[in-house]
């Protein structure tokens, strides 16, 4: 009778540490996985910040609005401009 209850034991054991095993073999792996995403999350974080840092600066170079329509303004004038200088010169003797 000991002997059966030492087999059974054992089988109990080597289920128990079988069982154990897989869990533990489940959780590595669903642990690699998280770690894979979490690097990438970091190097898509990184690139926007890169990317945020690259906005404020063209923000900061860009002309003003007030300029713009200032430009825009002369540049929508100018056939006007030649026009009258182009009938100044033909007008002077």
């Not at 000991?2 to 109990?12: E, H, Q």
């Not at 959780?27 to 926007?48: F, I, K, N, V, Y």
Request: aromatic share 2%; glycine share 8%; no cysteine.
């Amino acid at each position: 009778m000991k002997s059966r209850s030492t087999l059974l034991f054992t089988l109990l054991a080597l289920g128990v540490a079988g069982a154990g095993g897989a869990v533990w073999m489940v959780q590595r792996q669903q642990t690699l996985a998280l770690e894979g995403d979490l690097s990438l999350m970091r190097q898509e974080t990184r690139e926007l910040e890169h990317l945020r840092e690259e906005n404020r600066r063209l923000k900061a170079e860009q002309i003003p609005p007030g300029e713009l329509e200032r430009l825009r303004a002369d540049h929508a004038a100018l056939p006007r401009l030649r026009a009258e200088g182009e009938a100044l010169r033909k007008a002077a003797p």
